[in-house]
């Protein structure tokens, strides 16, 4: 039996997902890691000669090596045009997620795909691994935005303190700061959440900056 020689441009966006889950188990020898991982890509016999067996180990060799491609700009949303709406949709979904499980879903909202699983990992995955750092980005450019945000949260735990409470998840965060922004008035919901999340964060950092300089005032 031969195996064509492969890499990651001949992997798709599940199968990517399958191996790392191979990957991750503890307890598996190396032979059955190669079948296993071959079977993602290959329709193997079930007796397979030492000599098959190598050869396979070779054509999956590639997954040792880290995923390196271009940026595939065809359909990709530029990220600083996002909706706040959808900024959140993303962040929540990368704080909830790990690493695996989060690339088809913010590439599927990235993309606007109907369905990740059979999509070719490399016109993807740079995209991915661009807006998690453009995400990083914003957090560090509107520092004092995000901090609000971790202290909103402390407020609300201490004054539950009589009562076992857990963290809020950060889809309740989000929703706390845009109930914040539309100063609870529901009739502005939809147009914040279209608004675009740099515009929303200047007008919040703003705000903020104003409170602080009329409160330094005061005293």
Not at 64 to 87: H, R, W
């Amino acid at each position: 039996m031969e195996f064509k020689q492969l890499s990651w441009f001949d992997c798709t966006v599940g199968q990517f997902q399958d191996v790392q889950d191979i990957i991750s188990q503890t307890n598996i020898t190396p032979t059955d890691f190669v079948l296993e991982v071959g079977d993602v890509f290959f329709d193997l016999d079930e007796d397979m000669t030492d000599s098959e067996l190598r050869k396979l180990k070779q054509a999956i060799s590639f997954i040792t090596k880290p995923v390196i491609c271009k940026l595939n700009t065809q359909n990709l949303k530029s990220f600083n045009k996002l909706s706040i709406a959808k900024f959140i949709d993303l962040d929540v979904l990368l704080v909830s997620n790990s690493f695996i499980d989060a690339l088809p879903k913010v590439a599927k909202l990235l993309y606007d795909f109907d369905d990740v699983e059979d999509v070719k990992l490399t016109d993807v995955y740079k995209a991915f691994e661009d807006y998690i750092k453009y995400r990083s980005d914003v957090y560090k450019k509107y520092p004092n935005l995000f901090d609000a945000n971790d202290e909103e949260e402390e407020d609300y735990e201490d004054e539950e303190e009589e009562e076992e409470t857990k963290p809020l998840d950060p889809g309740s965060v989000w929703m706390r700061t845009i109930f914040a922004i539309t100063q609870g008035d529901i009739t502005k919901y939809t147009h914040v959440m279209g608004l675009p999340h740099i515009l929303v964060f200047n007008w919040v950092s703003l705000s903020e900056s104003l409170k602080t300089s009329k409160q330094t005032q005061i005293q």
